[in-house]
């Protein structure tokens, strides 16, 4: 008997959680590079390592969220962001479970955020802090250091949205 998707009939085999294996591999990534980094650099600033003109790596801990948001707040942002991390991917994962696998954009798009999300999910969880190392830079602005994590789910997001603008275009085409 085949096991099948709530509410749509997709066999679960058939359905966008396939597309999970790419959140393990994301997750897998993520948190390597951040166990490398934590390894084989020291903490801060002086400590970074000029890659290119515009690049550089850096091992800093965020308490917070993107761009540091909340970083100072005491704490209790940790289960906030936890919270949050779990909503988000059991709602993606609930969606996966509605869409046909053949649905490759949207698929790919919540598995790549839900690895992000895991990623720093497990940071938080474990180290109490994000880890993040990439720093990228134009003369002095610095752009805020991030990881692996965050670049799935920025993908993730803008992948989202692309996928809107061409399902808004398929219906405006079948339209006419």
């Known amino acids: 008997m085949t096991k099948l998707s709530p509410e749509n009939g997709i066999p679960l085999k058939h359905s966008g959680v396939r597309w999970l294996w790419l959140a393990a591999l994301v997750f897998i990534i993520d948190i390597a590079s951040k166990l490398s980094v934590m390894n084989s650099m020291e903490y801060g600033w002086p400590n970074r390592i000029e890659l290119l003109p515009f690049f550089n790596l850096l ?11 909340l970083s100072d ?3 209790w942002q940790r289960w906030l962001f936890t919270a949050i991390a779990l909503g988000v991917c059991g709602m993606l994962t609930y969606w996966m ?21 895991l990623g720093n999910l497990f940071d938080r969880l474990y180290h109490g802090f994000v880890v993040d190392f ?7 602005y610095h752009w805020p250091a991030f990881n692996i994590a965050d ?15 061409l399902s ?9």
């Open 151 to 165: 670049m799935a789910i920025c993908i993730g997001a803008g992948l989202i949205i692309l996928e809107g603008f």
């Open 97 to 117: 479970r509605k869409l046909p696998a053949t649905h490759k954009l949207a698929n790919v798009s919540y598995a790549l955020i839900i690895g992000g999300a």
């Open 134 to 140: 990439l720093d990228f830079y134009v003369g002095n």
């Open 168 to 176: 808004d275009r398929k219906k405006q085409t079948v339209k006419h």
């Open 73 to 75: 707040a005491g704490g």
């Open 59 to 69: 091992y800093v801990h965020n308490y917070g969220a993107a761009f540091s948001f």
